[in-house]
């Protein structure tokens, strides 16, 4: 029995340039889990469409269609800061029929005192790709290289050098709390401009009201390649093959500042072991796809793998590492 809304996924495949993964026709076949699933199964994306969180969780809802046997719906749920989609993971059955692919906030929400949301409400499934944060400045700015633009704000007063990427306590704002704590200076010595995204926020640097963006430079990289942008650095351990010659802040100054825009398949807390098993193995094998692989290759991601309960450790400390960050943007709320 072929899946009638195939077409509509290839359509989607062919324009994300992986096409070429798919076979010519998905037949449902039996599985050892004759219980689950026999039915539909429901994706929530906390953001909106169109977005990173979004096609990563259309690809991987793709492959793991293919491995269940079983439509997955992609269901965008945008608001309050993600709060609204992960809050509604949160609240769903835990019977494996509602996931989520849930993304950083949901270590800080409680930290922030935004939602009583933690890693806790949720069944860790597996964590497959994350892109990393960078500092970008335009390409008509004095600084051509990352020690210019830091001696140039250690100079000057606090508050002088503005940022953006992303609205008041996201990913891209804690990225430029943990650089400045980085070296040296507090948290908040820059100034930050909240924006709606890393879109907005490049387009600001370009003409000229802010100073620096602190987002991935994947999110800009139409910009960089038009040469109006100018990566200076990554916020990630090593260089990555889509910048090859952006050095990292940790060999230019032996920090262990880390930052980078990640996203999790999960599921409600309480879901059962062998339905968690199931998905985990699924995710596996999506993980390992070609389709996968070449969607993280050209949106600038990392590939990275961890599932079940070493996720679960993953989520905690990534929110204890982010914490005394939190604390020096004046964010921590508890």
Do not use: C
């Not at 219980?35 to 169109?50: E, Y």
């Not at 802010?210 to 038009?226: C, H, K, Q």
């Amino acid at each position: 029995m072929k899946l009638q809304h195939l077409p509509s996924r290839r359509r989607f495949l062919q324009q994300a340039g992986f096409a070429a993964a798919l076979p010519a026709t998905l037949a449902w076949s039996g599985s050892a889990y004759a219980a689950w699933p026999d039915r539909p199964i429901s994706m929530i994306v906390p953001w909106g469409a169109g977005g990173a969180t979004d096609a990563i969780a259309r690809v991987v809802g793709f492959e793991l269609e293919r491995d269940l046997d079983r439509p997955i719906n992609i269901v965008n749920r945008s608001g309050g800061g993600g709060i609204v989609g992960h809050t509604a993971i949160v609240n769903a059955a835990p019977d494996g029929y509602t996931l989520g692919m849930a993304t950083l906030e949901i270590t800080l929400y409680k930290f922030m005192g935004l939602a009583n949301i933690t890693p806790a409400d949720f069944t860790p499934i597996a964590r497959m790709g994350f892109v990393p944060g960078g500092i970008s400045v335009s390409s008509t700015s004095p600084y051509k290289t990352i020690q210019e633009l830091v001696t140039a704000i250690k100079k000057a007063p606090k508050g002088t050098f503005t940022a953006s990427g992303v609205g008041v306590g996201g990913s891209w704002h804690i990225n430029a709390g943990g650089w400045m704590r980085s070296i040296g200076l507090e948290p908040n010595y820059l100034r930050w401009v909240p924006s709606q995204g890393a879109a907005p926020a490049y387009q600001e640097l370009m003409a000229g009201s802010i100073d620096i963006v602190t987002a991935s430079p994947a999110e800009g990289r139409s910009l960089i390649e038009a040469g109006r942008v100018r990566p200076l650095a990554l916020t990630h351990s090593e260089r990555v093959d889509m910048f090859p010659n952006v050095p990292t802040l940790k060999e230019i100054y032996g920090t262990d500042w880390e930052m980078s825009s990640w996203m999790a398949l999960v599921g409600p807390a309480g879901m059962p072991k062998d339905v968690t098993e199931r998905l985990i193995a699924s995710a596996k094998k999506a993980q390992e796809s070609k389709a996968f692989s070449d969607f993280l290759k050209e949106r600038g991601f990392i590939k990275v793998w961890e599932a079940g309960d070493d996720l679960a450790q993953y989520f905690n400390a990534f929110g204890t590492r982010m914490e005394p960050v939190l604390r020096g943007l004046d964010l921590l709320k508890t």
